[in-house]
Nanobody, 126 residues
Framework: QVQLVESGGDLAQPGGSLRLSCAASGFTFSSYAMSWARQAPGKGHEWVSGISSDGSDTYYAATVKGRFTISRGNAKNTVYLQMNSLKPEDTALYYC???????????????????WGQGTQVTVSS
């Protein structure tokens, strides 16, 4: 069955960096775009970043653009999120998501995704 397992979350200082990973299994990873989303305590879901199936196209939320970089290794069935210049407002549970449909486009609506990982906690604090 489909599994998405995130890792790499940790406590970081403001201005610091973290690299998140999402290991995928149970589907043809290279055929699907993948996305990262986050949810902070008391706040709603926020799309953070997405990457097309072949890695040629990416999407970033305005709140993270220029600081976060999404990438993928199709040979390793893994999608990454490099987070630099971290801010306290980046504190959240980060999780990766798989779209319902294969293809190169990057869906940006929740209903277009059918599997979500359990998440990895990122806390930015001094």
């Amino acid at each position: 069955q489909v599994q998405l397992v995130e890792s790499g979350g940790d406590l970081a200082q403001p201005g610091g960096s973290l690299r998140l990973s999402c290991a995928a299994s149970g589907f043809t990873f290279s055929s699907y775009a993948m996305s990262w989303a986050r949810q902070a305590p008391g706040k709603g879901h926020e799309w953070v970043s997405g990457i097309s199936s072949d890695g040629s196209d990416t999407y970033y939320a305005a709140t993270v653009k220029g600081r976060f970089t999404i990438s993928r290794g199709n040979a390793k069935n893994t999608v990454y999120l490099q987070m630099n210049s971290l801010k306290p407002e980046d504190t959240a549970l980060y999780y990766c998501a798989k779209p319902k449909r294969a293809g190169n486009g990057i869906p940006q609506a929740s209903y277009q995704y059918d599997y979500w990982g359990q998440g990895t906690q990122v806390t930015v604090s001094s």
